[in-house]
């Protein structure tokens, strides 16, 4: 391989890199307000919020540090599109990664989760598995 090729292939792994890297703090998520707020009228626990939140951070590949940008409307498929905006790409199995923790690590199953669930309502489910009634 020439000189030509070396230099695709090391553009081509700083591509990769910087695209890694920017994903974990995506400029759309950066931008958004501290939604603390929102969470705390939303009606859950914060330990569940807390919970959730954390999950979503770690399956989406979010820095822990961006989990009270993540709104109560939002949903696993609207987190993927901030991650993987063009459906091109190959994705590393973050919704199932979220899916799979909600059920073995917080005990909340996957049946009747769907694109649109909204992470208020997984975080009301949540609730109920800890102590019914506390969210509204």
């Known amino acids: 391989m020439g000189p030509i090729g070396w230099i695709l292939i090391g553009l081509a792994l700083l591509v990769g890199v910087v695209h890694v890297i920017t994903n974990r703090h995506p400029s759309h998520l950066r931008r958004r307000q501290d939604t603390q ?53 190959a994705d590393q199995l973050e919704i199932e990664t979220f899916l799979l923790t909600l059920d073995e690590d917080l005990g909340v199953q996957a049946e009747g989760i769907g694109p649109d669930t909204s992470l208020a309502e997984i975080a009301r489910r949540i609730d109920t598995r800890q102590q019914p009634a506390s969210c509204s």
């Open 37 to 89: 707020g929102e969470w705390r009228a939303a009606g859950c626990s914060a330990d569940a919020v807390d919970k959730l939140l954390e999950v979503a951070c770690e399956a989406f590949g979010f820095s822990r540090r961006m989990k009270f940008k993540l709104r109560p409307d939002d949903t696993a498929i609207g987190l993927y599109r901030i991650v993987y905006p063009r459906t091109a790409l």
